[in-house]
Each structure stands twice: as C-alpha cells, then as structure tokens.
Nanobody, 120 residues
Framework: VQLQASGGGLVQAGESLRLSCAAS????????MGWFRQAPGKQRELAAV???????NYADSAKGRFTISRDNAKNTVSLQMNSLKPEDTAVYYC???????????????WGQGTLVTVSS
C-alpha cells in the first residue's frame, strides 16, 4: 500500500486548507485512514482518523474545526481544516491501517509528510 498526499502550504491564521490522500498499490483491505501531525520538537500525534465503518476520532484541538471524510471505493481520505491556528503548524502525515494481502495481518502505513504552516 502506498499513500500519496497532497495539499498543505502556508496560510494565515483563520484561513482554511484541505489535505487529500490516496492509497494505491496492492490493497486487500484498509480499515482506517487519516492524518497524524508532528510539530517541530514534538512527537507525532493524531489529528483525525476515520474507519471504514465511518467512526471518526479527532484530536481535541481539532474538534469543531477539522472535518475528515473518506471515499472507501476510491481509498481516499481528505481533511478539511478551517479556522487554522499557528499551533496547527506541523508536518501532516497521511496514515492508513490495513493489509495488502489476505495472508497478512493489518499494519500501519504512512505517506510522505506535507507541511502546513499557519502564520499569525
């Protein structure tokens, strides 16, 4: 499974950005997709994740501002980020949990990071 992310960039506080990610390659099943982020000097943390059944988990700091959506048929996930704050500045990583074979257990997959910078 390969994950290709797009979006990100430099915005001012209060503006919006949309991140998108597509899974490709050999895919047997994808249980969950979403986004983690890593700010400078900090550990990687959950931003938002959605399961194939539609269960969503947001970071507390993202609730009310971020909206995650997923197209199971296309194996894509998007993150709409509104009312961005300087503290949202981070490298955002696309994430998926699944398997590329019925023989193998599910595992975590990571895409390349995309930088989101929010200026004050």
């Amino acid at each position: 499974v390969q994950l290709q992310a797009s979006g990100g960039g430099l915005v001012q506080a209060g503006e919006s950005l949309r991140l998108s990610c597509a899974a490709s390659g050999s895919i047997f099943i994808i249980n969950a997709m979403g986004w983690f982020r890593q700010a400078p000097g900090k550990q990687r943390e959950l931003a938002a994740v959605i399961t194939s059944g539609g269960t969503i988990n947001y970071a507390d700091s993202a609730k009310g501002r971020f909206t995650i959506s997923r197209d199971n048929a296309k194996n894509t996930v998007s993150l709409q980020m509104n009312s961005l704050k300087p503290e949202d500045t981070a490298v955002y990583y696309c994430y998926a949990r699944g398997s590329d074979s019925y023989r193998l257990p599910s595992r975590d997959y990571w895409g390349q990071g995309t930088l989101v910078t929010v200026s004050s």
